[in-house]
Every structure is written in structure tokens, then in C-alpha cells.
């Protein structure tokens, strides 16, 4: 006779675990007791059915986490989003590196050297030598100062430009959060429907094998032959790869859903359901009002373009006229043989610098500055026709699985119907076992694609939130 499994139940698996540990506190709670004999202690353990404490940990270990609690841990250590958080940084400083080329720059200077040349001294009678030393020692120090007082606009724009990196990073961190709020919301519903499957896989074993021992029962009262025992073993045979398949499908999906996350935890599950009531979508034109006004990625390459014409004006001024103040003030001190001497020195001038031909480098830089922001120009009306599309599709596809949804909200209550019909006619002697097979099978496949649906439809909704640049703060609740 094969083995007998129960259909999957969640709460029937959290008393088990609790019994589990009423039964090890009972089990602590009498080794005093025993305390002489370790055979006796281990054996009355074994008797109550307690659990390996390792078992119990592993059990213990399992984090389960409802959607709210996913997407914030996403937030804090999705890969994606730490790396966005980064280029934010990176962005900051180059907007301070920038900026540094419209403040004052300062340097300090110290120096002492020595100097010797006696090539002159052959030109000096042997006795006046003396009085022209060949050597001679020198130190200092010196405090510079420049600024640039008029650049052509070279400064300023780069500034703005920068202004503009700050902003743009802070849409690729958005852009990167809203991702991982969708991809995060996609594979937390993919858990639950492998869970909804595995369900449905168990409890199709489990009535397999009830038809099993019913067979078996009619068979050893003589109202039932060989072939129906063999016919209904050879269904629960077939009905058990469906088990193992929807089983290591829930663990695929754990760890998909454990990528995303970054999750250090050992094994993480969710709690929630793919209930939901369906809703029509927005209308089109509003949908794509919104995609245009809030996608991060819209914004991005706007942002992109004003740098690019940032850059073109530094370009062009490539071989335009400049003006810089530059001053110093230090002191010297000379060591001639037995003579030293020493004073103060400053200077401080205007500084004129005119690059009127340069090889036509400007030129060619400010065409390709030029290149590249028409390039931008035309890569965002791309992505606007883009958008547009993504919205369609995406509202279509929440419309469609919503319509899903209703059609099949009914189906299952109907085949659960079916199926008692058919199991109760069976047992009186009018329906066969085909017409029960039947039944169970539509019943199966119906809490299936519901599942399925209902899946598609929370998605669908997901999806078109993030179309638009409005998955922001939280994933709307079902």
C-alpha cells in the first residue's frame, strides 16, 4: 500500500511545529526524573516524536516577510540601489570639484637651494677671484593667489552642468528604487502562486490517494478488480511529480525573491494572498500625462541634454580671451661667502590669455559637444514614443487580467461543485471513475489559472504604477 500524504496546510504546519515544542518542554521537564537512565530518557523522546533540535532550529530560522516588510529590506540592500546610492555621491563630488573652479586658489611654497658655477672665473685676474664667489645659497617661501575673474562663461556652466549631474543622480536612484519595488512585488506574488501550486499539487495526491484506498477497500469486498486498484496506484504515481516540481518550484522562487533582497538569511518565506478585487485602469491619455511628468528616466535624460548644452558653452569657449588675478607674497634670503641678506617680495597682476588659433582643436570639440546633445535631443523623444507604448501595453495587459479574473472568479466554486457531485455519485454506483477524474482535473485546473490570474492581475497593476513614475513610496495593498 503507498504511503499517505496530507494536502498542504500552513496552519496546520505552525501546530505542528508547536506541538513540536510542548512536546520538548514535556520531554526537559521529565529527564530529572530519568536522569540514571539516558537509554530510558532518549527512548521516551523518541516516543513522543520530538523533533532534532537542529530541525527545530532550521524551522526557526525561516524569516517570513510580507510584502511591506520586502520592499523596505529591497530599499536598504538591493544591489542595484546601493549602487545608485553611490554614483549620487560620486555626483556630489564632482559638483565640488566644479565649483572649486570659481573660488580662489591658494599655495604655499618653500624652497632653499644652492647654486655654484665656475665657468666665469677664468674671466677675473687670480687675486680678484675672491670677490666673485662661485656659490651661492638661496631660501624662501611664498604664499600664491589666483582667481579667474572672467572665463567666458567656462565656469559658470560648469557649475550648472554639475547642478545638473546632482539632479540626475538623484533620478537614477529613483529610477533604481522604483525597479527594485517592482521586481521585488513580481517575485513576492511568484511565491505565493508556487505556494497556491504546490497546494494544489498536494491536495491532488492527497485525493488520489483516498481514490487509492477506497480502490483497495472495494477490492477486499469484492467489489472492485485488479484493474481498478492498478488504475487508481498508477494515478497517484503520476500524480506525484507534479508535487516535487511545484516543491522545488516554491524554492526557486524563495531564492529569486532572496537575490533580489540581498537577503543574508539562511531561507526566507512570505506571508499574504493573491486576493484581490479588479479595477479598470486609468484612461490612456492620463496614463501617459503621468508617464511623462514622472518618469525617472524621462527626467534623467532632460537632465542629460541641459548638461550636454552646458557643455557646448564651454566648448566654444575653447579660444576665447581670459582673465585671472594672480598674486604672491613671500620672503627671501641670500648667503653670498660671509654676506646674507634677506627681505620681503610680492607681486600681483592681471593676467590676460588670449588662445585666438589653436590648431581648430575648438572647433572640433564644440562639434562633437553639439553631436552630443542633439544625440540627447533625439534619444528622449525615442524614449517618449517608447513610453508611450509601455503604457498601452501595460494597461491593456491589467485590463486583460482583470477581465481574467472575473471570468474565472466563479469557475472554481462551480468545479468544487462538480467534483462532490461526482465523487458522491461514484460512491453510489452512478458515476465512473473517468467522470470523476474528470471533475477533479477541471477542478485543478481552475484554482489554478485563478491563481494564475490573479497573479498576472496584481502584476499587471504593479507594472502600469511603475509605466507611469508612480510606484514611488509603497506597493499598493490588495
Do not use: C
Amino acid at each position: 500500500m503507498s504511503n499517505r500524504r496530507a494536502p498542504f496546510d500552513q496552519n496546520q504546519g505552525n501546530r505542528d511545529t508547536e506541538n513540536q515544542r510542548k512536546k520538548a518542554r514535556l520531554v526537559v521537564s521529565l529527564v530529572p526524573w530519568f536522569s540514571g537512565s539516558l537509554v530510558l530518557s532518549l527512548t521516551l523522546a523518541a516516543v513522543l516524536g520530538v523533533q532534532a533540535p537542529s530541525k527545530l532550529a532550521a524551522q526557526e530560522a525561516t524569516r517570513i516577510l510580507t510584502l511591506d516588510q520586502a520592499v523596505s529590506i529591497a530599499m536598504e540592500r538591493n544591489r542595484d540601489v546601493q549602487r545608485a546610492e553611490e554614483y549620487q555621491k560620486w555626483v556630489r563630488g564632482k559638483y565640488v570639484e566644479e565649483r572649486a573652479a570659481a573660488l580662489p586658489q591658494l599655495s604655499l611654497t618653500a624652497y632653499g637651494t644652492r647654486n655654484a658655477d665656475e665657468s666665469l672665473l677664468a674671466l677675473y685676474p687670480a687675486d680678484l677671484r675672491a670677490f666673485f664667489p662661485a656659490t651661492q645659497d638661496l631660501a624662501g617661501g611664498e604664499i600664491s593667489l589666483s582667481q579667474a575673474l572672467y572665463t567666458w562663461g567656462q565656469v559658470g556652466a560648469a557649475i550648472r552642468a554639475a547642478k545638473e549631474g546632482i539632479a540626475d543622480a538623484s533620478d537614477r536612484l529613483e529610477k533604481a528604487r522604483q525597479d527594485a519595488r517592482r521586481d521585488v512585488t513580481a517575485s513576492f506574488y511568484d511565491v505565493l502562486l508556487a505556494k497556491e501550486i504546490l497546494a494544489i499539487a498536494r491536495e491532488n495526491f492527497a485525493q488520489k490517494e483516498r481514490h487509492l484506498d477506497e480502490a483497495q477497500k472495494r477490492f477486499a469486498l469484492g467489489t472492485a478488480t485488479d484493474y481498478d486498484v492498478l488504475a487508481a496506484r498508477v494515478a497517484v504515481e503520476n500524480a506525484r511529480p507534479a508535487v516535487i516540481r511545484s516543491a522545488n518550484d516554491v524554492r526557486t522562487a524563495r531564492e529569486k525573491l532572496r537575490f533580489l533582497l540581498a537577503d543574508p538569511a539562511t531561507d526566507i518565506d512570505v506571508d499574504g494572498s493573491l486576493g484581490a478585487e479588479p479595477s479598470s485602469p486609468p484612461a490612456y491619455d492620463e496614463a501617459v500625462a503621468a508617464a511623462f511628468a514622472h518618469r525617472p528616466d524621462l527626467r534623467d535624460l532632460e537632465h542629460q541634454t541641459a548638461i550636454a548644452r552646458h557643455l557646448v558653452t564651454i566648448a566654444k569657449a575653447g579660444d576665447k580671451p581670459r582673465l585671472d588675478l594672480q598674486a604672491g607674497y613671500g620672503r627671501r634670503q641670500y648667503w653670498i661667502q660671509n654676506v646674507t641678506t634677506q627681505g620681503d617680495l610680492w607681486n600681483a597682476g592681471l593676467y590676460v590669455r588670449f588662445p585666438f588659433f589653436d590648431g581648430l582643436r575648438t572647433k572640433g570639440r564644440v562639434m562633437q559637444a553639439v553631436s552630443d546633445r542633439t544625440s540627447l535631443e533625439i534619444q528622449t523623444q525615442k524614449v517618449r514614443d517608447s513610453v508611450s507604448l509601455e503604457v498601452r501595453v501595460a494597461s491593456d495587459a491589467m485590463t486583460e487580467s482583470a477581465e481574467v479574473v472575473k471570468a474565472l472568479s466563479g469557475t472554481v466554486e462551480q468545479a468544487e461543485r462538480l467534483l462532490g457531485m461526482a465523487e458522491r455519485g461514484f460512491e453510489y454506483g452512478v458515476k465512473t471513475k473517468l467522470d470523476v477524474d474528470d471533475a477533479q482535473l477541471s477542478f485543478m485546473q481552475a484554482r489554478g489559472n485563478l491563481a494564475r490570474a490573479r497573479r498576472d492581475y496584481l502584476v499587471a497593476r504593479v507594472n502600469l504604477l511603475w509605466v507611469q513614475g508612480l510606484l514611488t513610496e509603497e506597493v499598493p495593498a490588495h
